[in-house]
């Protein structure tokens, strides 16, 4: 049998293959272009192509597809297999630079927003060298980034990118002024730490919700959930061991480097994080974990639920962004350092995250926006809709005593001028308030937790990398102007602390207090809804500020903006179809057939004895028949609210109507289907409770 080291990465074509596999000028030229974003000599293309199809045929590849993230959210592929005719009748293996470099699916059932007309159906995908080829069953999948013939991004890869490339732009500015000449690139680096249920196939099979939805749409309170908090942390099922074992050795074999895997908070639910690497790769390794996740559950006749709230009243699933900004000689900024000189440029960095999050707040919001995590923010153990940053208490001294200009008592000679002297080693706070935290330092990186467990993680980190390239634009436009380098810098840091301080919050961020006082006093944005937030893309200094480093263009943020409301859209309205579908022709019946024998057992009591009051039985019937009456009045509201959304106009109405006739008229329905499900005999109860589905995996 291999070990790990053996195998790890042996289905991808990464470094250690191209230069063995490559011709040396060949591979020198293409590391370039990864190291540095240099340009592609498109002259290599055919030799890169003819080594990797090489190597993939020696693995057993017979197809090669381009793999990219279209809108969506998750990932396309459309297989081409390498055989191509030879004269003597038979077939080659063929694969050409130009099959490499550029494909063209026929992508007209994309989301586009508008972007593309359907009759120009076909967009293009283009190789993405900055990330590894790697073989996924028997085909090679090359991450390609996807466009429409006019040059807009149909994809979450394009932005991202370009987002990486600005803040690589403006880091280096700001390195270059500290009188750093070292480093020659920039760039963010993510560890997204992964939470899902598992669950048996039997349960999921038997609920058209989660089939359909992803979610349960019905289902009471079970005796016991999670609050004997017995389940995190805890011993993990053989069962479930299995799974992972066999999980993560698929992934390593992809060369994602899953480090971490324990059970979560929930009954059920787990996590899985790798180790952290650069964004684009991260995002790759992100989205193929997620598929792997569900492929191989159900191998072991499991289903991984990736909704963000599969379950009311129990914990939702989200996914912790740890993000950091590193030099490519190894330097992370976001840590401070040994002497004044990298503290000094460390402080500016942060302040560059603290007014990034506190002037794009929306921005951040937006990102993480869909009808699922909707559910999860602000509830059970998620961060509230209201973003906050927590520093600690350490570096919250240190910045008053900046923003003051007294001196920082945490060390003896402290006046936080530059030079400032030596910072205190931050020590990585773990305290209950840090976990409640929307975006919390931790040490060297900031944990952004407001993603939704199914997210691509590309969209935060596009905003993020925006945001915090324009502070270090203006930054740099100021420092790069400035008579006085030393006090211009002090100046600009005490000024972010003056001006952002607001964004910065220590304490529990669950407590409703803290909403009030966040939204009140502070005027910080709680967008509670995906129908609330999304809008404000378009808002003027988003779109300035996201034009201006060319993350986006107007059209592509104007067609983001729609897809995603349409999303939004479709998704409830699904649920609820499901719903009125799941109560009109599980639910009720159900009902009525218990009722029914109920009534017939009362009669035929009385038959044997008039006298006989059958209290019990009355009373149930009656109870039974007011709720079956209830839940065909709200059916039918329901479905007069979905209709009504017939004649919403545009879809920023439409959404509206989903937050405010849909959603609600959702709650009202499942909140009769519950009770009943508490009054009914379980054995006329037509699909599994919770206490089935979560405790179904031993
Ligand atoms: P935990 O949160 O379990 O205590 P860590 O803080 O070490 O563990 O890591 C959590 C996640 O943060 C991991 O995915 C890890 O790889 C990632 N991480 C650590 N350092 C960085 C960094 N500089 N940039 C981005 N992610 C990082
Ligand atoms: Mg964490």
Request: aromatic fraction near 8%.
């Amino acid at each position: 049998m291999k070990t790990i080291p053996e195998y790890f990465g042996s289905m991808v074509f990464d470094d250690r293959v191209m230069r063995a596999k490559l011709p040396a000028k060949v591979y020198a030229s293409l590391k370039h272009t990864i190291d540095e974003g240099a340009a592609l000599d498109p002259g290599l293309a055919n030799e890169v192509a003819a080594a990797m199809k090489d190597w993939a045929i020696s693995k057993g590849a017979t197809h090669f597809t381009h793999w990219f993230q279209p809108l969506t959210g998750i990932t396309a592929e459309k297989h081409d297999s390498f055989i191509a005719p030879s004269p003597d009748g038979g077939v080659i293996m063929e694969f050409s630079g130009k099959g490499l470099i550029k494909g063209e699916p026929d992508a007209s059932s994309f989301p586009s927003g508008g972007l593309r007309a359907t009759f120009e159906a076909r967009g293009y995908t283009a190789w993405d060298p900055t990330s590894y080829a790697f073989i996924k069953g028997n085909t090679l999948c090359i991450p390609t980034a996807f466009c429409s013939y006019g040059g807009h991004a149909l994809d979450k890869k394009t932005p991202l990118l370009r987002s990486m490339e600005a803040l690589n732009k403006q880091a280096l500015r700001i390195l270059r002024l500290f009188g750093n000449t070292a480093a020659r690139h920039v760039s963010s680096s993510v560890g997204p730490e992964q939470e899902y249920f598992l669950i048996s196939k039997e349960m999921y099979d038997a609920r058209p919700d989660l089939r359909f939805t992803g979610r349960t749409l019905f289902g009471a309170k079970p005796p016991k959930g999670q609050e004997m908090d017995d389940h995190y942390f805890g011993t993990i099922k053989p069962r479930v061991a299995a799974y992972m074992a066999e999980l993560n050795e698929e992934l390593w074999k992809l060369g994602i480097m899953a480090k971490t895997e324990h059970n979560e908070v929930a009954p059920a639910q787990h996590e899985l994080a790798p180790i952290f690497t650069t964004t684009n790769i991260a995002t790759d390794h992100n989205q193929l974990t997620m598929e792997m996740m569900q492929k191989i559950a159900s191998k072991h006749g499991l289903v991984c639920l990736l909704h963000e709230k599969p379950f009311a009243g129990i914990n939702g699933s989200g996914k912790h962004n740890n993000w950091s900004i590193e030099t490519d000689d190894g330097h992370n900024l976001l840590s401070p350092g040994a002497t004044p000189y990298e503290n000094a440029q460390f402080l500016l960095f942060l302040c560059a995250v603290i007014k990034a999050v506190d002037d794009y707040q929306d921005l951040l919001r937006i990102s993480v926006a869909t009808a699922g995590n909707d559910h999860r923010l602000g509830a059970n153990e998620a961060p509230p809709a209201v973003i906050s940053m927590f520093l600690g208490d350490e570096l919250n001294a240190v910045l008053e005593a900046i923003e003051t200009d007294t001196p920082y008592k945490g060390t003896e000679k402290t006046q936080m001028k530059l030079g400032v002297d030596v910072l205190p080693k931050f020590s990585r706070d773990t305290t209950d308030r840090n976990r409640t935290s929307p975006f919390a330092y931790t040490g060297n990186k900031f944990e952004f937790r407001m993603l939704g467990s199914s997210n691509s993680i590309a969209c935060a980190n596009i905003m993020l990398n925006a945001a915090v390239a324009e502070s270090l634009k203006i930054y740099a436009d100021r420092l790069e102007g400035a008579a006085d380098f030393e006090s211009e810098l002090h100046e600009m840091i005490k000024e972010t602390i003056k001006a952002h301080k607001r964004i910065i919050f220590n304490g529990n961020g669950y407590d409703d207090a803290w909403i009030r006082e966040a939204t009140e006093v502070r005027g910080l944005l709680n967008y509670r809804t995906t129908a609330d937030c999304m809008p404000h893309l378009m808002d003027k200094k988003n779109v300035d500020m996201l034009t201006s480093h060319k993350v986006f263009t107007v059209e592509e943020l104007r067609s983001r903006r729609d897809i995603m409301l349409e999303n939004y859209c479709k998704t409830v309205t699904i649920e609820a179809n499901t719903m009125i579908n799941m109560a009109s022709t599980m639910i009720t019946p159900a009902i009525e057939r218990f009722s029914a024998d109920i009534a017939r057992n009362a009669a035929a009591k009385k038959g044997l004895d008039p006298s006989l009051a059958c209290a019990y039985e009355t009373a149930l019937v009656r109870k039974l028949s007011d709720l079956t009456d209830a839940i065909a009045a709200r059916t039918s509201e329901l479905q007069d609210a979905v209709i009504a959304l017939h004649d919403a106009g545009d879809i920023i109405s439409e959404s509206a109507m989903i937050r405010d006739n849909v959603l609600p008229k959702m709650c009202e329905l499942r909140l009769s289907c519950d009770e009943a499900e508490t009054v009914t005999d379980k054995k006329y109860w037509p699909m599994p409770t919770y206490a089935d589905i979560l405790f179904s995996v031993r």
